[in-house]
């Protein structure tokens, strides 16, 4: 009989199957599948996961479901569907801007997680996507913070979408953002800035460490007001949270920054201010398709609320 694989099972309102690999017995004292889950997911009773699996929300490697009653087999690979009880809607929506055979290119409001996370599951923008345009195969080619507004490309594709991932790696692709942050006089700009990130403790962070460089990024002003200005941002690299970790480095955070310089508590992150979003745009996008040939141009039609 075929074993089933995330890619193959069909989503349910959007949402695809995870996977998880049951560990060997001597890590933990099992008698059925039902143990290990209300272990491995404290935050979901007992008797919550026992309805999701009769309903038939997790399956085994054939695709067949998974009783409340089944024993535990070691390194047995289950496949579940995620739900959320209660998740607030995100009151904002996305643009798709085009659209071909292989290509969604979406114009992402700020808030909106890229893909299903921690509490976003359905207020995410592909399972949001999958839902509106109908296609189970969507997939981002690159991701922007939740925080961030502006440009993501998606691939329809599976045969095709390493083919279009590998703009990224190779970084043929042309991005710039916009931002709005203070202004320091005694900067020359435009610049070039460069340091080393790596993971910080905590994990939503990044910091910077002494060594060689792995994040480079150009700045230039486009614009002064008083004491804050308009700055694009060309990313050389692509590490996680670069253009926040740099400008804050400057002594210019970036308006509303959540995280950098100063890291607000979780419990404030999540409220959602709707009011004070991050001012950074991913405004451009442009690259040769590797498929066609044709010069892929995009431009968000978004603007930052605080300039």
């Known amino acids: 009989m075929p074993q089933a694989s995330a890619a193959a099972l069909p989503t349910r309102d ?9 560990p060997a017995r001597s890590t933990g004292a099992w008698a059925q599948v039902i143990d290990f889950l209300a272990d491995r997911f404290p935050s979901v009773s007992r008797e919550e996961i026992a309805a999701r699996m009769q309903r038939g929300d997790v399956v085994d490697e054939q695709g067949e479901m998974i009783s409340p009653e089944r024993h535990y087999q070691p390194h047995l690979k289950l496949y579940y569907y995620r739900s959320i009880a209660v998740e607030a809607r995100i009151p904002f929506d996305a643009v798709v801007l085009f659209q071909d055979d292989y290509l969604v290119v979406v114009d992402k409001p700020h808030f909106l997680p890229v893909t299903p996370g921690g509490r976003y599951l359905q207020e995410t ?16 080619m690159h991701r922007i913070d939740r925080e961030t507004a502006g440009l993501v490309l998606f691939t329809k594709q599976p045969l095709t979408r390493g083919t279009y991932q590998n703009l990224f790696s190779q970084k043929v692709v042309t991005k710039s953002y916009q931002a709005i942050a203070g202004f320091r006089a005694e900067l020359n700009f435009p610049m070039t800035y460069r340091s080393r990130l ?110």
């Not at 959007?14 to 049951?22: M, Y």
């Not at 962070?205 to 990024?217: C, I, L, S």
């Open 14 to 22: 959007g949402v695809g199957p995870s996977c998880i690999s049951l």
């Open 125 to 140: 923008l592909l399972v949001r996507l999958k839902r509106k345009l109908g296609i189970d195969t969507l997939a981002p």
């Open 198 to 307: 790596v993971e910080a403790e905590h994990f939503m962070r990044m910091r910077e460490v002494d060594g060689e460089p792995n994040a480079e990024t150009d700045i230039e002003v486009l614009e002064v007001k008083d004491q804050r200005a308009c700055y694009r941002l060309r990313p050389a690299t692509g590490k996680k949270h670069q253009l926040r970790v740099h400008m804050a480095s400057l002594g210019i955070p970036i308006r509303n920054d959540q995280i950098y310089p100063h890291h607000l508590s979780k419990e404030e992150i999540e409220q959602d201010d709707y009011s004070k979003p991050l001012q950074l745009l991913a405004e451009h996008l442009s690259f040769t398709d590797p498929l066609t040939g044709q010069r892929r141009s995009f431009d968000s039609q978004r603007r930052l609320d605080a300039w």
